[in-house]
């Protein structure tokens, strides 16, 4: 195990907070995912609370070896009821809400926390690194464009992590049973509301390949679709979620990724990244089970403590 690290060292400077982490049959990552946040629960500097939902594997057992990390069970695989039960469990603001296949060291989660503490903003999330070392060419290609695009570095959408303070928190009740629950919250937050901070990077580890990534691509745009009113099975978005009109963002997005072009070389990636979209796009209207890649969760060497 790598020795503490330095915001763990200083329990006493850390600001309260809670991280809540929703989990489904994530036995084989969970404890990557919690090991940078271990010494701080064990010391109840942070509050930390696996939500888990549906499981079929030993998400719950893993979890609770970590000393002073809270495990819940459900039975329903939801991760909006998942959300839903941190946020009853959880006594501390601001939180932040983590996918349980990113990790956050102490350094995002407390930069994170002062902004939220500041007031200046509502909603916030660290900056993300795209692990993409092990991934597919084609996969690679993609994220250069991504990477590039304004809206997908400015938004509290696609990076795993956001938080809330407890006056952003209010902008809603419960979290509705939507597919991209990210970019719900990214919609009740004005621009000046919210920030992605440049800081110690949440780690990402997209799928490997080009499969992988267009099956989450279905998933991304059913998402979007349905907050955008054009599926009329999904919960509706109180108006609210989107004060200043935004709606569609295909032209936006078409339009950022022609900017991004900047000799042949990037010509390439975007014609990658199109060329994903569109595949993406294809299969998103489908009601299928929740697509998530399997590529990236191979069991982590993580001991708990």
């Not at 609370?49 to 329903?76: K, W, Y």
Request: proline content about 8%.
């Amino acid at each position: 195990m790598p020795g503490p690290s330095k915001d763990a060292a200083d329990h006493a400077a850390f600001p309260p907070g809670s991280v809540i982490i929703p989990a489904h049959d994530e036995e084989s990552v969970i404890a990557r995912t919690l090991a940078p946040l271990a010494e701080l629960a064990a010391a109840g500097q942070l509050e930390v609370i696996v939500a888990c939902n549906g499981c079929s594997d030993n998400t719950a057992g893993v979890a609770r070896g970590f000393a002073g990390v809270a495990v819940l069970e459900l039975d329903q695989a939801s991760k909006a009821a998942a959300l839903n039960a941190g946020d009853a469990a959880a006594s501390r603001w601001p939180r932040l809400y983590l996918d349980a296949d990113v990790e956050a060291s102490p350094a995002a989660v407390r930069s994170v926390f002062a902004a939220l503490n500041s007031g200046q903003v509502l909603a916030a999330r660290p900056a993300a690194r795209f692990e993409l070392q092990d991934a597919h060419p084609l996969v690679r290609s993609y994220y250069r464009t991504r990477l590039r695009l304004p809206s997908a570095r400015g938004g509290l959408w696609g990076g795993g992590a956001y938080g809330l303070s407890q006056e952003g928190r209010q902008r809603f009740g419960p979290f509705p049973a939507l597919t991209a629950d990210d970019l719900f919250v990214d919609r009740l937050f004005e621009p000046a509301e919210k920030a992605v901070l440049d800081v110690d990077p949440v780690v990402v580890r997209p799928p490997r390949t080009p499969g992988g990534q267009i099956a989450v691509l279905h998933r991304v745009y059913r998402g979007n679709a349905e907050q955008n009113g054009r599926n009329s099975q999904a919960p509706a978005v109180p108006s609210v979620a989107c004060p200043s009109g935004r709606r569609g963002t295909a032209g936006r997005t078409l339009s950022e990724v022609a900017l991004s072009v900047r000799g042949p070389i990037s010509a390439a990636h975007a014609l990658v990244y199109v060329g994903f979209a569109l595949a993406g796009r294809r299969g998103s209207g489908r009601p299928v089970v929740w697509e998530r890649d399997a590529t990236t969760r191979q069991p982590a060497a993580v001991t708990p403590r």
